[in-house]
């Protein structure tokens, strides 16, 4: 869930987890506060923000998006260590060498499987069975027209 608010000359924004919005609030000089759970910027930023927003997460928080469902062959992108972001999320993350990836929020195996055993202990890997796809549920319609085109995603329907 994206939360923009401001208080006086404070923008404070709630978003979840993603390395590319963390790489933007660093360059915008943007504070996290850990209590609130929430990154700081100065007001003057905050179109900038909101822009940021909607490229990463497809909203800024203020809008409802059309929401539809993306395919993706696993095949045909780069996933290269132990996460995988997309459309605007975490679809997979391995903890451990030894376990499957773990499913992010709204994502399920379409068709394949994801293998329990990839990687090393220090540096555990995602690896699937060729031919293995995901259905990643509920991305904003303007991540997704993003990826048309794309070998290797289906933009399949609207929510």
């Known amino acids: 869930m994206i939360k923009i608010s401001k208080m006086a000359d404070r923008l404070y924004v709630r978003t979840p987890y993603h390395p590319q919005f963390i790489e933007y609030a660093h360059n915008l000089h943007g504070c996290w506060e850990a209590k609130q759970k929430v ?3 100065s007001s003057r930023d ?3 923000i909101r822009q940021i927003c909607h490229e990463i997460f497809g909203t800024d928080g ?3 998006p059309l929401l539809v469902t993306v395919r993706v062959d696993l095949d045909a992108i780069k996933v290269d260590g132990d996460e995988l972001y997309l459309c605007g999320r975490q679809v997979l993350r391995k903890l451990y060498r030894n376990l499957p990836p773990l499913l992010g929020e709204d994502v399920i195996v379409y068709k394949g499987s994801l293998k329990k055993h990839g990687g090393s202990r220090g540096y555990p890997k995602i690896t699937w069975e060729p031919g293995t796809w995901l ?3 509920n991305v904003p319609l303007t991540l997704a027209q993003k990826l048309i085109g794309t070998p290797g995603y289906i933009v399949i329907e609207e929510e």
Do not use: A
Request: charged fraction near 65%; include cysteine; aromatic fraction near 16%.
């Open 46 to 48: 905050e179109e900038r």
């Open 135 to 137: 259905e990643i549920r």
């Open 62 to 64: 203020d809008d409802e």
């Open 39 to 41: 990154w700081c910027f």
